[in-house]
T-cell receptor, first 116, second 115 residues
Framework: AQSVAQPEDQVNVAEGNPLTVKCTYS??????LFWYVQYPNRGLQFLLK??????LVKGSYGFEAEFNKSQTSFHLKKPSALVSDSALYFC??????????????FGAGTQVVVTP | DTEVTQTPKHLVMGMTNKKSLKCEQH?????MYWYKQKAKKPPELMFV???????INESVPSRFSPECPNSSLLNLHLHALQPEDSALYLC??????????????FGSGTRLTVV
C-alpha cells in the first residue's frame, strides 16, 4: 500500500520569505514522487518529480524539493515566495514496485497563502 | 501538443439526463485516467485505461461509464447521477501505465453540477 501525508492544511508566508510545504510518504517498494499545484477552478499543474538520481530536484516556477529516503520525506521549497504562489499544493506518490497501473496516491493538500 | 484537453469545461445536468465528458490527448500516451475531485480535497482515482483497455475500476457506481474509443480519446458517460456526484472531473495521461516516470499530464477538468 502507498500513502502520502501533508501535515499542514495551510501554510501562511509573507511575500519574499522562504516557503516550505511538507510531505511524507509510505510505500512498500520504491517511490515515484510528484508535486502538483492547483489554482481555483483549474486542473493540476505539474511542478516537479523525483524518479531516481539526485535527491535535490528542481522544478517549475523556482520550486525545488529534496528527496530524503531515511525520513521518507519530499518537502517542497521555494526560496522567495510570490503572492501568485498562493494555491493548493498536492504531493503524490506511486509505488513502482507494487503498482502496475500508474495509480497516483495524493496527499490531502496544503493551501498556501502568500501575503504581500 | 503537450496538453490534455477536456470538454466541456462546465456542465449542469439533471438527475435524469444523460451526458458525456470528453478527454483528448495527442502525446502518444497509452495510459489514461479519470479522477473525481471535490472542493479542497485531493483527486480520487475512478478508472485506469491502459492501451485502450479498462484496467482499473475503483468500485465506481455504474451510473459512470467510461469508454476509450481510441488511443487519443477517453469518454466518461453519465446517467442518472445524484447531486453528490457534483465535482470536478479530471482526466490525466502518462506514457504507459507501467512507466509513469515521465510524469502525468492533467487536463483542466470538467466542473459538473447535478441538479
Amino acid at each position: 500500500a502507498q500513502s502520502v501525508a501533508q501535515p499542514e492544511d495551510q501554510v501562511n508566508v509573507a511575500e519574499g520569505n522562504p516557503l516550505t510545504v511538507k510531505c511524507t510518504y509510505s510505500v512498500s517498494g520504491n517511490p515515484y514522487l510528484f508535486w502538483y499545484v492547483q489554482y481555483p477552478n483549474r486542473g493540476l499543474q505539474f511542478l516537479l518529480k523525483y524518479i531516481t538520481g539526485d535527491n535535490l530536484v528542481k522544478g517549475s516556477y523556482g520550486f525545488e524539493a529534496e528527496f530524503n529516503k531515511s525520513q521518507t520525506s519530499f518537502h517542497l521549497k521555494k526560496p522567495s515566495a510570490l503572492v501568485s504562489d498562493s494555491a493548493l499544493y498536492f504531493c503524490a506518490v506511486r509505488d513502482i514496485t507494487t503498482d502496475s497501473w500508474g495509480k497516483l496516491q495524493f496527499g490531502a493538500g496544503t493551501q498556501v497563502v502568500v501575503t504581500p | 501538443d503537450t496538453e490534455v484537453t477536456q470538454t466541456p469545461k462546465h456542465l449542469v445536468m439533471g438527475m435524469t439526463n444523460k451526458k458525456s465528458l470528453k478527454c483528448e490527448q495527442h502525446m502518444g500516451h497509452r495510459a489514461m485516467y479519470w479522477y473525481k475531485q471535490k472542493a479542497k480535497k485531493p483527486p480520487e482515482l475512478m478508472f485506469v485505461y491502459s492501451y485502450e483497455k479498462l484496467s482499473i475500476n475503483e468500485s465506481v457506481p455504474s451510473r459512470f461509464s467510461p469508454e476509450c474509443p481510441n488511443s487519443s480519446l477517453l469518454n466518461l458517460h453519465l446517467h442518472a447521477l445524484q447531486p453528490e456526484d457534483s465535482a470536478l472531473y479530471l482526466c490525466a495521461s502518462t506514457s504507459s501505465a507501467g512507466q509513469g516516470g515521465y510524469g502525468y499530464t492533467f487536463g483542466s477538468g470538467t466542473r459538473l453540477t447535478v441538479v
